[in-house]
C-alpha cells in the first residue's frame, strides 16, 4: 500500500550546518508531496508541498524537489538556525484519501 | 489563510470520566474532519474520518464506542473520548478538509489522564 519512509532521527547539528532530512514514497498514481512541521507541543504547520513532478517547494529557507524517478521529496535548508528545532513530517496525498505521514524526523540544533 | 481552531490544548481527568475535545473551522467549511493521535516521538495515526452529516469511518483497532466523534455541522467537530483511562492518554490532533485549503491542523489537545 502507499507510504512515506523518511530518515530516522533524531538529527542534532550545529546552527548554520546544512541540512537534509530524507523521504521517499510509494503510491499509486501521482500523489501530491507535503513537508509539515510540528514545534514543541504544538500541532502541525504545512511547511511546503509539491504538486507535480519536477516541482520545487519551498518556505522559510527550506526546499524540497518532486523527484518521480527516485520517488523522493528530500527537504533541506542551506543554513538551519536554532529556531528550526522541530519534528518534520513528510507526507503524500492520493485522491481522496487521508494524508499519509512518514514517521517524522526529530532535529535539534544547537547554538 | 485557513484556521483550525482546536480546544482544549490540554486537559486533565480523572479516570473513568469522559473528555470532549472540540474543533472549529475558521472562514471555511470542513467537508471531512480527520483524527489523529500522537504518542510520544511517534508519528500522527490516523483514528478516524468523519463526514459532515455522516457518521465516522473508523481505522482498524480504534474503538468507536470509546472515541465518539460527532461532525454535525460543516464547522464544527467533537471527539469525545469516555470512560478515560491512563493508556488513552495522549495527543490528539484534528485536521479539516475543504473550502479549497487542503489539509488544515488544528493546534492538538495534550490529554493525561489520572
Known amino acids: 500500500g502507499d507510504s512515506v519512509t523518511q530518515m530516522e532521527g533524531p538529527v542534532t547539528l550545529s546552527e548554520e550546518a546544512f541540512l537534509t532530512i530524507n523521504c521517499t514514497y510509494t503510491?499509486?498514481?501521482?500523489?501530491?508531496l507535503f513537508w509539515y512541521v510540528q514545534y514543541p507541543g504544538e500541532g502541525l504547520q504545512l511547511l511546503l508541498k509539491?504538486?507535480?513532478?519536477?516541482d520545487k517547494g519551498s518556505n522559510k529557507g527550506f526546499e524540497a524537489t518532486y523527484r518521480k524517478e527516485t520517488t523522493s521529496f528530500h527537504l533541506e535548508k542551506g543554513s538551519v538556525q536554532v529556531s528550526d528545532s522541530a519534528v518534520y513530517f513528510c507526507?503524500?496525498?492520493?485522491?481522496?484519501?487521508?494524508?499519509?505521514f512518514g514517521k517524522g524526523t526529530r532535529l535539534s540544533v544547537i547554538a | 489563510g485557513a484556521v483550525v481552531s482546536q480546544h482544549p490544548s490540554w486537559v486533565i481527568c480523572k479516570s473513568g470520566t469522559s473528555v470532549k475535545i472540540e474543533c472549529r473551522s475558521l472562514?471555511?467549511?470542513?467537508?471531512?474532519m480527520f483524527w489523529y493521535r500522537q504518542f510520544p516521538k511517534q508519528s500522527l495515526m490516523l483514528m478516524a474520518t468523519?463526514?459532515?452529516?455522516?457518521?465516522?469511518?473508523?481505522e482498524q483497532g480504534v474503538e468507536k464506542d470509546k472515541f465518539l466523534i460527532n461532525h454535525a455541522s460543516l464547522t464544527l467537530s467533537t471527539l469525545t473520548v469516555t470512560s478515560a483511562h491512563p493508556e488513552d492518554s495522549s495527543f490528539y490532533i484534528c485536521?479539516?478538509?475543504?473550502?479549497?485549503?487542503?489539509?488544515?491542523f488544528g493546534s492538538g489537545t495534550r490529554l493525561t489522564v489520572v
Open positions: 485536521s479539516a478538509r475543504g473550502g479549497g485549503y487542503g489539509y488544515t
Open positions: 503510491a499509486t498514481g501521482y500523489p501530491s
Open positions: 509539491a504538486t507535480k513532478a519536477d
Open positions: 507526507a503524500h496525498l492520493s485522491g481522496n484519501t487521508p494524508l499519509v
Open positions: 472562514d471555511f467549511q470542513a467537508t471531512t
Open positions: 468523519s463526514n459532515e452529516g455522516s457518521k465516522a469511518t473508523y
